[in-house]
């Protein structure tokens, strides 16, 4: 189609690696260095005049065959028409006029070096200049540059500052800042070079590849990236195909001996149509050369989605049929240009389609400096040494956990330790699980009738929830629901509802329930974390030859009861004050203690749930609390615990009055900002409200310690 074609173009030069790169592999950093203003001297002129050109690149000046001003530029008015000196140098180059000149930057002349500068590249075309290639290969000064021959360009740089000093033809330097183009392959500052290279027209793909993703027909995952996509396409580049390699495809293009070339992808074939092509039927194989060069290794890769299934090859198969279009493609954003556009390009062209739905793009995994992972820079650990450690699971599930669609990680091994003591937790409920005796025929609590129909609806609302994050690609927030399900709901509240007395066994209804649960978390859990769940849901029945829960379907019957869910809210508050007011009084679990209820109880359904877990006489439905009891409220409810002869009066007296003195404290700290008139009259509102907060909320607990002590001292 004509896309293809060689020519001497201005190309990014890697000097170490001794091969053209494509755009996309030069990454631009900011630098400090320097701004040297050069003098150019006006030939013949009698006042001995010259105009002052601002560079960051001295070392280029043997290069220079015009130097450019803005016509519009009133301060270089005198300079249009004349011909100035190179300095050190001594040629003899024209001035020439072009808008393309900043008259802002710097001098507003420019010294134009069509070899080495993209855009003195484009002056030189669009105004016939000279390009003299002052560079060789490797970065170091070639014969043409006639003077530091085989100096290195930054070497270069340096001497020529002080010769240009030394010659009076340096007016100044002064620091500047701009970005420096780098080899993504050897992090060697990349050299703007003319070079014979291979390249392929992109407007063509471009225009094919820029709508389906902008109509989301291909939706990307976070959408954010959609506009870097876009940007990049509305501003495409031909891509320089070309590498100076010695691996990778060698390109297919064999070099007659008059000139002209043939393609062809053996060497049989290239001498056939050779000999047509010249109507020389004497030539032989010696008489043909295949251009040394190799393919840009993305040039094959954007062939991906379409070689995997031997669609080049073998157009219209039946594998590429079913399996392409492929639904998800999970990549880093550092390499959406390099393969996820290209790919996207070359199934539109040769497969008439996307060749996938699906884009989503992961985080950068960077050191705690911010730093990408290099094997370079040695900072990346040894995912094998981290597996050893932690667990294949738990590294995988500490990295899930930090890492949102597109957002970088910031890696830590407390990540990965997080992931571990998560895979103990697991077993741990595992092996207290299946540790438990069954009584076939015993009664079914009433804690344990409550606690099942909770956790079927919690189980069934956080799957729902995990499906619909599922649904956006938001998988670290996906894993944080079921997390939170395994180790707070199902952990912490479900099996302490239900686990029998020590020595005890467990009914059957209830085992039966937990172990259904159980099952249900494992299929919830499997996607991240593999190892473990498959391991357990195999240990936890017998299970067929060739069975897995990588395959076995989750089977919910999805129903939630909302108010159910929102009531248990309500008992697990009541359960955690129950449980503060033990630990800070001091008083064992094994000491029953009696609740409270001041007015009407709103959780009655659930006291059989909180008179096990709490270890409760009863709860009891008052007008007024007892004297010297320790009460708590949950919303609008107050709730006591009558302490009686259970700790040492004097002792919390103590306790509470040296509480009163930090709160009162406290208290005078805050009316004191409040009093404050310049305070209450510049601060935001928002943070005069917190103020006022802390102060209703200091002044209840100080009024609520007040009547403890006073309820105490009478007792």
Not at 90 to 118: M, N, Q, S, W
Not at 121 to 149: C, H, Q, R, V, W
Not at 182 to 193: A, C, G, L
Not at 542 to 563: H, P, Y
Request: glycine share 6%; aromatic share 10%.
């Amino acid at each position: 189609k004509g896309l293809i074609y060689r020519g001497v173009r201005m190309v990014n030069w890697d000097p170490k690696a001794l091969t053209a790169l494509s755009d996309e592999e030069v990454i631009y950093k900011e630098e400090h260095g320097k701004l040297y203003y050069l003098r150019y001297k006006v030939e013949g002129d009698p006042e001995g005049r010259y105009a002052v050109v601002a560079t960051t690149r001295p070392e280029t000046i043997m290069g220079d065959t015009a130097m450019c001003i803005n016509p519009a530029d009133p301060k270089n008015t005198w300079l249009k028409g004349k011909k100035v000196i190179v300095p050190l140098v001594g040629r003899v180059i024209p001035v020439i006029e072009d808008d393309y000149v900043d008259i802002e930057f710097g001098t507003g002349c420019l010294k134009v070096t069509p070899a080495h500068d993209v855009n003195d590249y484009m002056l030189g075309e669009k105004y016939n200049l000279p390009s003299i290639d002052i560079f060789n290969d490797n970065g170091t000064l070639s014969e043409a540059a006639g003077m530091y021959i085989g100096m290195d360009r930054f070497d270069v740089r340096k001497q020529i500052e002080k010769d240009l000093e030394a010659a009076g033809l340096l007016e100044k330097t002064e620091a500047y800042t701009n970005k420096v183009g780098y080899s993504e392959r050897t992090n060697v500052v990349i050299e703007p070079k003319l070079s014979m290279q291979w390249f392929l027209k992109m407007q063509h793909f471009a225009e094919m590849a820029l709508p389906p993703v902008m109509n989301d027909e291909l939706k990307f995952y976070p959408p954010k990236y959609k506009n870097t996509y876009r940007h990049w396409m509305e501003n495409i580049k031909d891509w320089c195909i070309s590498r100076q390699l010695w691996w990778g495809h060698r390109i297919p293009a064999y070099f007659l001996p008059e000139g002209g070339y043939v393609v062809a992808a053996t060497d049989e074939e290239a001498l056939k149509l050779a000999k047509e092509k010249t109507g020389n039927n004497a030539l032989t194989l010696a008489d043909i050369r295949q251009d040394e060069d190799c393919l840009d290794t993305w040039f094959s890769s954007w062939l991906w989605p379409i070689s995997l299934f031997d669609g080049i090859n073998n157009p219209g198969n039946k594998e590429i049929e079913y399996y392409y279009p492929t639904s998800d493609l999970v990549t880093g954003p550092d390499i959406i240009f390099f393969w996820v556009a290209r790919m996207i390009m070359a199934g539109y062209e040769y497969e008439g389609k996307k060749p996938f739905k699906n884009v989503y793009f992961t985080g950068i995994v960077r050191d705690k400096l911010g730093r990408k992972m290099s094997k370079s820079l040695g900072n990346s650990p040894d995912p094998l040494e981290l597996i050893e450690k932690y667990g294949a699971d738990g590294v995988r599930m500490g990295m899930m956990l930090a890492a949102p669609a597109g957002n970088d990680i910031l890696f830590d091994d407390a990540l990965c330790e997080q992931g571990r003591n998560f895979c103990n937790k697991i077993w741990n409920a595992f092996r207290l699980i299946k540790g438990w005796k069954v009584a076939d025929n015993a009664e079914v609590p009433e804690a344990s009738k409550l606690a099942v129909r909770w956790f079927e609806s919690k189980q069934n609302e956080v799957a729902a929830e995990v499906a619909d994050l599922f649904s956006k690609y938001r998988l670290s927030e996906a894993l944080m629901a079921v997390y939170k399900l395994f180790w707070d709901e199902f952990s912490s509240w479900y099996l302490e509802m239900i686990k029998p007395a020590y020595g005890q066994a467990i009914d059957r209804v209830t085992f039966d329930a937990t172990i259904g649960f159980l099952n249900n978390l494992l299929h919830l859990l499997h996607p991240f974390m593999p190892f473990i769940t498959e391991e357990l849901w195999q240990q936890m029945a017998e299970r067929k030859e060739g069975e897995s829960l990588m395959v076995n379907s989750l089977l919910l019957n999805g129903t939630v009861d909302e108010a159910f869910i929102q009531q248990f809210e309500v008992v697990k508050e009541v359960i955690s004050n129950i449980r503060t007011i033990r630990l800070q009084k001091n008083i064992a679990q094994k000491e029953a203690l009696e609740l409270q209820v001041i007015g009407e109880n709103p959780v009655t359904a659930f006291n059989a749930v909180i008179i096990k877990i709490c270890n409760l006489s009863g709860i009891a439905v008052v007008e007024a609390k007892a004297e010297g009891a320790s009460s708590f409220m949950v919303g609008t409810i107050e709730f006591a615990v009558p302490l009686g002869n259970m700790i040492d009066v004097e002792a919390e007296i103590a306790r509470m009055e040296a509480e009163l003195k930090h709160k009162e404290g406290f208290l005078q700290g805050v009316l004191k900002k409040l009093s404050n008139e310049k305070f209450v009259n510049n601060a935001p509102p928002a943070v005069i409200e917190i103020e006022r907060k802390k102060q209703a909320d200091a002044e209840s607990i100080i009024n609520s310690l007040k009547e403890s002590i006073a309820s105490l001292k009478k007792a």
